[in-house]
C-alpha cells in the first residue's frame, strides 16, 4: 500500500481518510476479520463495514480521532444518519463516561491543518493498520 504526495488538501484528506477507515474497522475486528456493529450488533466482515463517525467528518478536530470513528453497518451509518445518540452511548461504555461529551465539545474548535500534517497522520494510520493487519493475520 503506498502513498502517494497529495497536491491538494482535500487530496490529502481522502487519503487519511482510507488508511484511518482501514485502520479503525481492522481495531474492532477480530482474528476472523470480522466486526459487529457499534451501533446495532450486526456481525459482518470488516470488509463490508463502514467507519461510523460520531461528530460528522466536517469537524476537522474529531475526524481522525479514534474515538470518535467505529466500525458500523451500512445500514446505520449510511440510511440511519449514524444512529447518533446510540452511537453515543456505546462510545461512553466502549471509551469511558463523557467520552462522547467530550468529542462533542472537542468537534466544535478550531483547528488548522495542512497537507503535509494530514499526509503525516495517513502515514501513521498506514502503517498502524498494517500492523494490525499483521497481528490478526488479515489482508488490507
Do not use: P
Not at 477507515?21 to 481492522?26: E, H, N, P, T
Request: charged content about 35%; proline content about 0%.
Amino acid at each position: 500500500m503506498g502513498l502517494h504526495k497529495s497536491k491538494r488538501l482535500s487530496d490529502a484528506k481522502r487519503t487519511c481518510d482510507k488508511y484511518f477507515s482501514y485502520y479503525i474497522r481492522l481495531r474492532d475486528s477480530n482474528s476472523n476479520g470480522m466486526c459487529s456493529c457499534i451501533t446495532c450488533d450486526k456481525v459482518k466482515h470488516w470488509k463490508e463495514m463502514d467507519t461510523g463517525h460520531f461528530q460528522s467528518r466536517r469537524y476537522l478536530l474529531t475526524r481522525y480521532d479514534e474515538h470518535n470513528a467505529n466500525a458500523q453497518c451500512q445500514n446505520c451509518n449510511q440510511w440511519n444518519s449514524g444512529e447518533q445518540y446510540r452511537h453515543g452511548l456505546e462510545i461512553d461504555k466502549k471509551f469511558g463516561e463523557d467520552t462522547a461529551k467530550e468529542l462533542e465539545n472537542k468537534a466544535r474548535g478550531m483547528q488548522k491543518m495542512t497537507k503535509e500534517d494530514v499526509m503525516e497522520l495517513a502515514r501513521e494510520f498506514k502503517e498502524m493498520a498494517e500492523d494490525i493487519a499483521e497481528q490478526k493475520g488479515l489482508m488490507i
